[in-house]
């Protein structure tokens, strides 16, 4: 409700001004009287156009949604199954979501609670006491992890990696970065430094999983999985890129 509201004046004070014109205006009276019938913004089914005319609103029911829901320890982690089947039940019956589209996922504040008041050792004892010996795999499960997950699927954001191709011992500048749908090598460049988008010649490509299995970058040049590409190619999941520049 609170979040109606604030969009509900953040809407009225924009149709106010003079400046307020032609599809933005007609979007926002739209949106107006979408949130005057408690119905959010992304609820309301606008165009791309709609959306794109508005952007600079930052509206907050416009924005997508992640559901958590908070669960008993017992349940996070021995009834996964049907803690799913009954939240996908829930989902249906929350007014303007869609199971379909929006992301959805279960928590133990009291279970991770315990978990990160414990050093590593009690941690791994902890589980073992609850006949948990995967603790990769229980950790995966914790919200730390999860909810980042979601958000980026949600938002429909990839990783790609940038690194100085180097040993660890005389370089730690390997870096992570978000990037959407139609980002390229020559756009990587851009995000490092203007000199390198002005000098690229081309980016050394692999992928995250394949380089893990060499000891270095140029080992897993030297065996073949290491392949060229031009400014234009389009960034992949998970790509590890070494971009040469003059």
């Known amino acids: 409700l609170e979040l109606l509201l604030a969009d509900l004046a953040h809407v009225g004070r924009r149709l106010e001004k003079n400046t307020c014109k032609g599809t ?8 107006e009287a979408g949130l005057e019938k408690g119905v959010p913004a992304r609820a309301i089914g606008l165009s791309e156009d709609e959306k794109c005319a508005i952007k600079s609103m930052g509206l907050l ?27 996908k039940k829930e989902m249906r019956s929350i007014q303007y979501s869609d199971p379909n589209t929006q992301q959805y996922a ?12 414990k050093s590593r050792s009690e ?14 795999s229980v950790e995966s499960l914790l919200c730390y992890n999860i909810l980042p997950s979601l958000v980026q699927k949600l938002l429909g ?6 690194g100085p191709g180097v040993s660890p011992e005389r370089s730690q500048t390997t870096k992570s970065y978000l990037y ?21 010649i081309c980016a050394e490509v692999t992928n995250a999983v394949t380089l893990l299995k060499h000891k270095s970058f140029f080992a897993a040049k030297e065996s073949g999985c290491i ?10 999941s998970n790509d590890v890129l070494f971009i040469k520049w003059t």
Not at 109 to 115: C, L, N, S, V
Not at 123 to 136: A, G
């Open 24 to 31: 933005e205006r007609s979007t926002l009276e739209k949106i």
């Open 61 to 87: 029911t416009l924005k997508p949604v992640v559901y958590t829901f908070n669960v008993d320890e017992v349940d996070f982690m021995f009834d996964r199954d049907g803690i799913f089947s009954r939240m």
């Open 180 to 200: 959407s749908k139609g980002f390229n090598a020559l756009d990587v460049a851009s995000r490092l430094h203007g000199e390198i988008q002005r000098g690229f």
């Open 106 to 117: 279960i928590v133990s504040a009291k279970f991770e609670a315990e978990i990160a008041s």
């Open 227 to 236: 392949r060229t590409e031009g400014k234009n190619y389009p960034i992949q």
């Open 123 to 136: 941690q791994i004892d902890y589980l073992s006491s609850l006949d948990l010996e995967n603790h990769e």
């Open 157 to 162: 954001l990839s990783l790609f990696y940038t």
